[in-house]
């Protein structure tokens, strides 16, 4: 459904000039916005195995079906249903490093609004598409989490695309929409397996049609949908895995759910109100549609509502489907807030231009001589035969001046229609009285026989008509005037309303870049890879530790991919469904590391809160030798590497700020050099860690050197907001007497969470 700009050429230039620069105006903050949102650092490990599968293809010149990067399963098979995802990700690498990867998260991003802007325009009039962006701005808001270099954002574009292709009009009688979507599900069936969730739409169309062919015998209309979706099907089969990628879903709900396995599911886990506040927004504002539209709900076509359905299911059992429900809910929640004359039952364009019941059924009476002399039966009155004869124009012959119809018998030349008796054959109608035995009606008037209309006396033939018209003339030009001048003052308030939207659209969409700007440090735009161990894994580089390494499974494809060596495993999790098993059966860490013969351990903060019992145990055989703020490195004490373990071993420092005993340390005097040159060791192997930092700050305050806690924990707090850092300040700042400045800081902590 579209509409006509009609309305706009009632304003005036200057109106329409400036709506049409704000519109303008809006859209490229939108679409700027969304290339600020996507402007992030990389956050999805599984983006590392990516590039190590496209550099593998790139190099051996073929399609990689086995896993060749871990040595926990080598060679194991493995469904690559996102092989040209891969190839995409390593080219955008090779031309601008990480930040190519970022750029092309962006150039995704885009698109997708773009798509969405496209769609949900051409529904609305545009003296009410002001209202339509405060409600972009809420699902872009929604998206943002989503915003993440992987191939599910290559789906949600792609999801987008082909509801554009479909809501177009007529769209499968034009050859671009056939063209879109055998190129589309083409390359979907290649860069991701939720290929799949565009088939529900196709099924949910095709359903549709088939109740129509049904109904209204829409036949031709099924069969397009037929073969579009089996076009769409044969195309996406077209990549080397076959019918996994179709099943590939299949199988990964099958291990999250039904495997018996207890994890944290992360992007897989039900979406909460405090997780996910918009995707709450924006179902309450879905529901608000329905309610304001529910006398009219038929309006939602069914595959509309099947696909919505269908994906607000899978949002509310796995956050990971809210971008999909949203993308396709929001045409008809836009169509039922902002098209008024959706909300009540009255018919769309396309019904509108077919002949209802009672049309039909006039037009027959019309055209059908034998109606007609049965109209003549029932109303007695020969004068409704011309009436009748009158609205047939060219059709009606010379001897039409009489009230005798063309199409009757010569016997019936008379004013007796054919269908009387014989005693009727005379001009007069058995209900008829004697004096009206002539054709002429008993309620005309001899100087009615003319062709005056009967209603008119004698004396109304030389009435003064033009006066009359003329009167009726001003009275409806008076009308006219003041209905011109009550639509100008509409549309003229409809145009202010418009741009005061327009202008808080504007407005909202600085907030949320300056609320963005804020949240996110401007560092995460200079070091994309910020999130991930990446001066841990520098570290065993520098040092050019040996050996198998276990780490957590979540930063296993970026230690592949940084270390260029065989990892224990990573987000692969179908590949590695097995290791995940008897990951999470063992109760002792040794009997996992020792049949794989594990020699560096690289763990986060969550592995290590798991292993810390179990380290406690084992500090005799486990060395630390690396720790900030995201990894630590234990190394496997053996004689070959005693003497290096004498230089970089840590004795009293534990990873992770994990220092119960450092207020004790401090007050043995042998003890202090040593805990404090092991503290300068771990800032000048991290200066941008935070912990070491904090902890050198803590030490130096527990031995009474204030100026030198005042210094570390300065440095501390430069580096980023946290709550713990500010009190200790805050606290070193009283010891030194300056108030008002712990004052400051004591707010400061007091606003973090």
Known sequence: MSFAPSTQNKLTEQTRLLLRWMTWLTVGG???????????????????????SGEWMVQHGRILHHDAFSYTRPHAPWITHEWLFSLLCYAFYRMGGTQGLIVLKQLLAVALVSILITTTRRLIDPLR???????????????????????????????ALLWWALQRDQALQQKITWAIGALLFLAWGNLHAGVIFGFVLLGGLWCEAVWRSWRYAETPQMWRVTTFGGMGMAASLINPNGLDVWLYPWY????????????DLGIFAAPTPSGHPFFFLFLALCLLALWSARRALHRIRFYEAFASL?????????????????????????????????????PTPEESQLPSISQDHS????????????????SNNPIHLEDEQGSKGAETSKDAKTSNPPSLSADAKTSNPPSLSADAKTSNPPSLSADAKTSNPPSLSADAKTSSPPSLSADAKASNLPSLSADVEKAESKKERGEASEDSGRLQRDAISQASVLLASLTALAVIALAWLLWQPAVFVREPLSRFPAYAAAFVQKHRLQGRIFHHQNEGGFYGWKLKRPIFWDGRNLLFAPLVKEFVRVKDFS??????????????HSLFVQMKPWLERHR?????????????????????????????RYRFLRPFGDMPRLHDWANVPKNVPLIRAELARAVHAQPNAQLPRYLQGLFALYTNDLSSALRALQQAASIRPKKQVYLSLSYTLQRLQRFDEARLWLQKAQQLR
Do not use: M
């Open 30 to 52: 939108l679409l700027a916005l969304a290339w600020f949102l996507a402007a992030t650092p990389i956050k999805h490990d599984d983006l590392f195995w990516h590039l190590q």
């Open 620 to 648: 005799e055989r486990w060395s630390l030798v690396y720790w900030d703020d995201q990894a630590a490195v234990y190394v496997l004490n053996s004689p070959s590497s005693a003497e290096w373990l004498t230089l970089h």
């Open 129 to 159: 598409q002001a209202w339509l962006w405060p409600i972009l701005c809420l699902v872009l808001c929604l998206l943002a989490p989503f915003l993440i270099l992987r191939a599910a954002l290559v789906t949600s574009l792609f999801l």
């Open 363 to 378: 037009t027959k009476v019309s055209n059908n001589p034998t109606h007609l002399e049965d109209a003549a039966k029932t």
């Open 310 to 346: 269908f994906f607000l299911i899978l949002a509310l059992r796995s956050n990971r489907f809210i971008d999909h429900f949203a993308l396709l809910s929001l045409p008809w929640c836009v169509r039922l807030l902002l098209i008024p004359e959706l909300r009540v039952n009255t």
């Open 591 to 604: 009997d996992i590391l020792q049949p794989y013969r594990v020699e560096i351990l690289l763990v986060n």
């Open 252 to 263: 990964l709900n099958r291990f999250f759910y039904h495997s018996g396995i207890s994890f």
